[in-house]
C-alpha cells in the first residue's frame, strides 16, 4: 500500500516560469491539501481539495491554482514564478468523513528552486 | 486571525532529561489539535494528537496536553534519546479544513 507519493523530487526554474506539481494521495484517501514550507518555517497551507473542487484556501495569490482528478490525484500549478516562491512544497492526503477530522499523512515533498 | 504560535524556537536538552514545548492558538473554535516531527530533509509526521474534548493524551515517552480555557497545548517528551533531535511543529486546525502550524522548535538530545 504505497502512501502519498510526489513528483519531481527536485525542480529548478527560473523567475516569471510557470511549474506544475503532482501528488497522489494514499491508498483510501479522497482529500488532499498543499502547502509550501520555506526554509526554517513551519507549512502554510495553500488549499484543499476535494471532490474535485477547491473547498478552502489559504493566504496565497492567484498565481497559485490547482486541480484534482478523479482517482484523486492533484496538481499544483504556479504562474510568473518569483524568487519567494523557492519553498518545499508539501502534499497531504486524508479522508473525509463528515462530523470528523482525520489526519493527514504528508508526501515527501517537492523542493523548488526558483532562479 | 488564525494564528499558533510555538515556544522556543530552539532547545537543548541534556540526554534521559524531559522537553516540554508551548503553542498557543488564537480561534477558540478549534478542535484538533496534532504535532509534527520533521528530521532534516525528511516529510513532517505525525506523532501525536489531541481533540478538544480531552484534556491530556499520552503514548509511550511522549503525551500531549490541552487547556481550551486559556488556548494553549503542550508537548512533553521524557526520557529523552539522540532519536529525538529533529524539529517539532504544532499545529490547530481552523474550519474543519485548514492546519495552521507553528513556527517550529528545533530540539537537540545532549548525549
Known amino acids: 500500500d504505497a502512501g502519498v507519493t510526489q513528483s519531481p523530487t527536485h525542480l529548478i526554474k527560473t523567475r516569471g516560469q510557470q511549474v506544475t506539481l503532482r501528488c497522489s494521495p494514499k491508498s483510501g484517501h479522497d482529500t488532499v491539501s498543499w502547502y509550501q514550507q520555506a526554509l526554517g518555517q513551519g507549512p502554510q497551507f495553500i488549499f484543499q481539495?476535494?471532490?474535485?473542487?477547491?473547498?478552502q484556501r489559504g493566504n496565497f495569490p492567484d498565481r497559485f491554482s490547482g486541480h484534482q482528478f478523479p482517482n484523486y490525484s492533484s496538481e499544483l500549478n504556479v504562474n510568473a514564478l518569483l524568487l519567494g516562491d523557492s519553498a518545499l512544497y508539501l502534499c497531504a492526503s486524508s479522508l473525509d468523513v463528515s462530523g470528523s477530522y482525520n489526519e493527514q499523512f504528508f508526501g515527501p515533498g517537492t523542493r523548488l528552486t526558483v532562479l | 486571525g488564525e494564528n499558533v504560535e510555538q515556544h522556543p524556537s530552539t532547545l537543548s536538552v541534556q540526554e534521559g532529561d524531559s522537553a516540554v514545548i508551548k503553542c498557543t492558538y488564537s480561534d477558540s473554535a478549534s478542535n484538533y489539535f496534532p504535532w509534527y516531527k520533521q528530521e532534516l530533509g525528511k516529510r513532517p509526521q505525525l506523532i501525536i494528537d489531541i481533540r478538544s474534548n480531552v484534556g491530556e493524551k499520552k503514548d509511550q515517552r511522549i503525551a500531549v496536553t490541552l487547556n481550551k480555557t486559556a488556548k494553549h497545548f503542550s508537548l512533553h517528551i521524557t526520557e529523552t534519546q539522540p532519536e529525538d533531535s529533529a524539529v517539532y511543529f504544532c499545529a490547530a486546525l481552523f474550519g474543519n479544513e485548514k492546519l495552521t502550524f507553528g513556527t517550529g522548535t528545533r530540539l537537540t538530545i545532549i548525549p
Open positions: 481539495y476535494y471532490e474535485e473542487e477547491e473547498r
